[in-house]
């Protein structure tokens, strides 16, 4: 797909260039775009100007799987808008493989992405999700995880079977379990590098209504 691309673009134009390095795939004389969450506005239009005029254009993520939590996004949405046709070629996805790892019930899951960064809207994001029957996940930044599982507890129940997922598929990589409290207790010591993710057991069900269970469920896709 590399190699027989006429434009690539990528989230980091020096991680793809370190991937094709290390496959043999030549760039030559082929347009390289960066596109990213600051200059998405710029590079889209260039990016739909090549596919009008008939050429392929292939995107690469930064990491994981393009289009969840990730700025392409919005141009695959502009490309299907203009009637162009897409191919994916996914790769690891973070959420997936820290569900498979968490131990937590993998049968219903609801993947949330990243919390909002202000403490009163995060709780109200979370308790938009309290009533979610399955695995909620989560990512989330190191700078700020240890105050998502100090808010978590607060709004969710410090009881919760909960997983945190650190590094995956990488050198460092680290997976703690435990209870929410316990979870929070741990990294509120801790200095974390890497990307996280964070997940967290269903609630006890038989204290939702129907009615509030349509309703968090409303909230949660709507947010």
Known sequence: ILGAADVLAAED?????????????????????????HNAGRARPRIMAALEA???????SEAGTPMVSDPGYD??????????????????SAAVTALTLSGLPAD???FAGFLPQGGSKR?????????????????????RVAAMLRDAVEVLG?????????????????????????????????????????LVGQGDLEKI???????????????
């Open 13 to 37: 134009t020096r991680s793809l260039r370190k991937l094709m390095d290390i496959h043999g795939v030549p760039l030559g004389d082929r347009p390289l775009v960066s596109y990213h969450d």
């Open 75 to 92: 141009l695959a949405r502009a490309a299907v808008a203009g009637g162009h046709g897409l191919i994916s070629a996914p790769g690891p």
């Open 209 to 223: 209504s129907e009615v509030d269970l349509d309703r968090a469920l409303s909230e949660a896709l709507e947010g």
């Open 108 to 110: 219903r899951f609801f």
């Open 123 to 143: 709780k109200s994001a979370l308790g938009a999700f309290a009533a979610v029957p399955g695995t909620l996940i989560f990512y989330e930044s190191p700078k």
């Open 158 to 198: 410090g009881a919760r079977p909960a997983t945190m997922c650190r590094e995956l598929t990488k050198k460092f990589e680290e997976v703690r379990r435990g209870t929410l409290a316990e979870l929070a207790e741990e990294m509120a010591g801790r200095t974390l590098k890497g990307e996280i993710v964070v």
């Open 54 to 60: 008939g050429k392929s254009v292939v995107y690469a």
